[in-house]
């Protein structure tokens, strides 16, 4: 009877000892996988923020260096890669509107206004086909009075109805921009073994670069707020 119950007892302990294998081999790769998920997301939100900052520095160039260029006359230089071509559309007015573009030498030139221009408000956006920034031209007046003490009052008037809008320059995006970001926000190992593609949210079938699939992670971007 002794042995007998020895020899029942080894088979069930080989089956609780295989079950506690099985699931502790099942927790680690869970525990793995929400690891790499977490990294994933944190990776993504790195492309994201820096993909941004590009944007706001090129609206920067446009509401900054591009107006001082328009108005002096003078070559604007160093434009950014993030930037294809630029158009200044001025307010428009009963003899038509004042729309000039950006030449080769850095000149702003007479133009026609362009198609996908035709019904911008101005205001500022990021249009998706083709790809633009829209950025406002703002002339703000400010007059100061001193009163009795420290108190300054100031009166600011801003007249708006003119505006830069540039293409963005997808072929830099897809070849150079999106495949330096991945690397450098996920890693070398990461971008070899995972497939990424940047699509529209509007039109998810629209790849910017990539080839649209089903996704195990999605990050939004292209957002122009303040950091």
Known sequence: ??????????PACLAALAWVQYNWSARVAAADAQRAKEHLDSAASLFASEF???????????????????????????????????YYLGAPARRGRDVRRLTAEG??????LPDWLADSPCAPAVMEDPLALVAPI???ETAETHATGTRVMRTVRVRAGRCFAARIDDAWLREALFPQLIVRSFGETAA??????????AQPDRALYGTPGR??????????AAA
């Open 107 to 112: 000149l702003f030139a007479p133009a026609a």
């Open 52 to 86: 941004n900052r590009i944007a706001r520095q090129a609206m920067q160039f446009l509401q900054n260096d591009a107006q001082v260029a328009l108005r002096s006359g003078s070559r604007l230089e160093e434009i950014p890669k993030f930037i294809g071509e630029i």
């Open 192 to 201: 070899r073994e995972y497939d990424f593609a940047v699509v529209s949210r």
């Open 215 to 224: 996704a195990d992670l999605r990050k939004p971007f292209f957002s122009l």
């Open 138 to 140: 703002h002339d703000v």
């Open 1 to 10: 009877e002794h042995w007998r119950s020895v020899a029942w007892s080894v």
